[in-house]
T-cell receptor, first 115, second 113 residues
């Protein structure tokens, strides 16, 4: 089955700086890679996703890059703000069932924005 | 309007009891899921259903039995609760096609005494 590794487990950056979170996956058949933000006591919320036919996607201060050959993808947050503090999860969708696949999640990165 | 809603939000019960968690989505999605988030925040798929049919059962003890009365509802019944079942359980839904975003409910925090 799919295995997703995520680094770092904790990331502390100064407000206004950039943050980068990296993930690798094992199953070359995986073709959908969402990122979720989870604030304390809340549900995971989708912030951006990328499909395997695209190398990069951007949405305002958030961008995701995908390298299918190396089987890794990254989340980039620029101009970080206090409200970006949360746990971020990467995930991979094996795409084997034509739908109804469960996501395989990384173990999460606790992002701390220092004022 | 909550898109994916779960009840109850909190569930505190004793070992050995049987309990149910309900989930409903109003997004018109065909696929629904149950995930378990443990004390270390690790999220793991338990089940997925597509249009009321079980698709994925990820090595979950048979004390856990999902039931989908219709494609908008996916309930989770747990028999003979154990201490290790303490976790937050999230319901999610998505469109049936491959590679579609999954939308999560607010979670049910289950605590076993």
């Amino acid at each position: 089955g799919e295995n997703v590794e995520q680094h770092p487990s904790t990331l502390s950056v100064q407000e206004g700086d950039s943050a980068v979170i990296k993930c690798t996956y094992s199953d070359s058949a995986s073709n959908y890679f969402p990122w979720y933000k989870q604030e304390l006591g809340k549900r995971p919320q989708l912030i951006i996703d990328i499909r395997s036919n695209v190398g990069e996607k951007k949405d305002q201060r958030i961008a995701v890059t995908l390298n299918k050959t190396a089987k890794h993808f990254s989340l980039h947050i620029t101009e970080t703000q206090p409200e970006d503090s949360a746990v971020y999860f990467c995930a991979a969708d094996p795409g084997s069932g034509g739908g109804a696949d469960g996501l395989t999640f990384g173990k999460g990165t606790h992002l701390i924005i220092q004022p | 309007d909550t898109a994916v809603s779960q009840t109850p939000k909190y569930l505190v019960t004793q070992m050995g009891n049987d309990k149910s968690i309900k989930c409903e989505q109003n997004l018109g999605h065909d696929t629904m899921y149950w995930y378990k988030q443990d004390s270390k925040k690790f999220l793991k798929i338990m089940f997925s259903y597509n249009n009321k049919e079980l698709i994925i059962n990820e090595t979950v003890p048979n004390r856990f039995s999902p039931k989908s009365p219709d494609k908008a509802h996916l309930n989770l019944h747990i028999n003979s609760l154990e201490l290790g079942d303490s976790a937050v359980y999230f319901c999610a839904s998505s469109q049936a096609q491959a590679n579609q975003p999954q939308h999560f409910g607010d979670g049910t925090r289950l605590s076993i005494l």
